[in-house]
Each structure stands twice: as structure tokens, then as C-alpha cells.
């Protein structure tokens, strides 16, 4: 796709602060032809100052994709009173999936607690029925106070459980345990996130929506878990997308 075809006046655009890990949004007020215009990009109240001559890394979502470049400053104008940046176009865009979420493929360790359990059993053989439930730690997961702040919960519950995320995004994930756990089951999980330059541990709930065996071994059997976490804030959603995207760009590189 050519680039010229993918920005539009009025379009959502999301700049990168390298210094602090977070994107601001801004959206594109002009398009030239060597050139685009955004507003001050704003996260709530702050504003975040772009310097010339500096490059940024900048993404927006466009049709079916995602797509992430960087892009030099070359000056600041203003337009019907509007303070605006003015940025190159860039010399390479980069597509990745869209969905609700980018999902990033990942092989990093989860821990996890199960909080209540379900009764689906979407994709498992029948025999699985019977096996043993993981336990939470005081045994009976169907009667713990939820509601209580979450490293709360978690720290009653003991030891937990370990696991592989195989792949995460913003709403959840997918991930690989050695125990069926039913579709509808309740977890508390706590994510280990690390790049190249940052480390990151977060505690969320996650709602089971998928169960199926994953391979098989003479011994053991892992599962493949399809998590939607709950209860999750916008402000600890926007910090693990940042995060997903800081992992991704650094894949690419």
C-alpha cells in the first residue's frame, strides 16, 4: 500500500514518548504533499512537547491494520489558531494485524491462582472431566471474597500456579498450563513483562474462554487457555499495550 493512502484529516494518531514508555494521541488536522500536521498530542490533562528535529515513533489504525513509523519533526505552525507540529512523511510504514487488540506473540512465564471454576468444557476430550481442578490454596476456590483488592487476594491464596503465556494483548491471553482448567473458570494471574530496557510485573483477573489440549507426552498433557481479563482500569490497559508495542517494535528491529 502506498503511504500517501493511508493518512486522512481528522484521523487518530498516537505518538510515542520514549523517555517516560507512554503514547500520547493527537489526531492529523492537515495533509500536504510532502508533509502531515498533528495537534499537541495529550494524554488526559498533559500535553507532550515534540522538539524539532527529533524523530518519533508514531502509530494509527487504518482498514484491517495497525501501522507504526517514525517520523521527524520539521517545524511548528499554527492553523485557525491551532498549535500544530509538522512532520515528514515517513520513509517506511510498518502493518500488523489489527484485531480489538494487537495480539503479540510472547513465550514468557505467568503465575496464576484460580479464583472460581467453571463448568464449560469447550474442546477437551471427555475424559478430562474428572481430573484434578488446581487448587487455589485454601482449597476451596468457590468460596473466596473476589471482590477484595486483588494482591490481596492472591497473597491469601499461597503458592501459585505456573504457566507460559504463548501469546498476550490488551483485553488478554493465551497461554499454556499442565492442568484442564474449564471454560468460565476465574483467575487471578501475574505477568512478567521485560524488554531490552524496561521490567514490568502486573496482577489482573482472567476469565477462561477457551480450553483444549494443547500436545501430548507420554507423561504429561498441557493445555492451551484462551483468558479475557476483568476488572482491568484504562490506565493499567494503556500501560500493557504500551508495553505489547514496545516488545513488538523491538521484534522488528
Known amino acids: 500500500m502506498a503511504v500517501k493512502i493511508i493518512f486522512r484529516e481528522n484521523m487518530l494518531i498516537e505518538v510515542y514518548d ?15 504533499e510532502g508533509s502531515l500536521a498533528i495537534g499537541v498530542p495529550m494524554k488526559g490533562q498533559a500535553q507532550f512537547i515534540l522538539r524539532e528535529k527529533k524523530e518519533y515513533a508514531l502509530r494509527l489504525a487504518f482498514g484491517d491494520g495497525l501501522y507504526s513509523f517514525t517520523s521527524r519533526v520539521t517545524g511548528r505552525r499554527r492553523s485557525n489558531n491551532i498549535p500544530l507540529f509538522v512532520l515528514e512523511w515517513p520513509d517506511e510504514i510498518k502493518r500488523s494485524q489489527r484485531r480489538q487488540f494487537y495480539r503479540l506473540p510472547v513465550s514468557m512465564d505467568v503465575h496464576y491462582w484460580m479464583l472460581e471454576k467453571g463448568n464449560g468444557y469447550e474442546g477437551e476430550d471427555p475424559g478430562e472431566r474428572g481430573k484434578e481442578f488446581p487448587d487455589t490454596g485454601n482449597g476451596e476456590c468457590v468460596q473466596l471474597n473476589i471482590n477484595q483488592p486483588l494482591h490481596k487476594l492472591l497473597d491469601s491464596l499461597g503458592e501459585p500456579n505456573k504457566g507460559l503465556i504463548l501469546d498476550i494483548s490488551g483485553g488478554g491471553l493465551a497461554m499454556s498450563v499442565n492442568h484442564f482448567i474449564p471454560v468460565g473458570s476465574l483467575m487471578g494471574v501475574r505477568i512478567f513483562l521485560q524488554s531490552k530496557e524496561h521490567k514490568k510485573v502486573m496482577l489482573l483477573k482472567g476469565r477462561v474462554v477457551r480450553s483444549s489440549p494443547l500436545e501430548r507426552g507420554k507423561v504429561m498433557v498441557r493445555y492451551r487457555l484462551g483468558v479475557k481479563f476483568e476488572e482491568i482500569s484504562e490506565k493499567l490497559r494503556d500501560e500493557l499495550i504500551n508495553f505489547i508495542f514496545i516488545l513488538s517494535r523491538e521484534k522488528t528491529r
Not at 520514549?18 to 500536504?32: A, G, L, T
Open 18 to 32: 520514549e523517555e517516560n514508555d507512554v503514547y500520547y494521541k493527537s489526531i492529523i488536522q492537515e495533509v500536504d
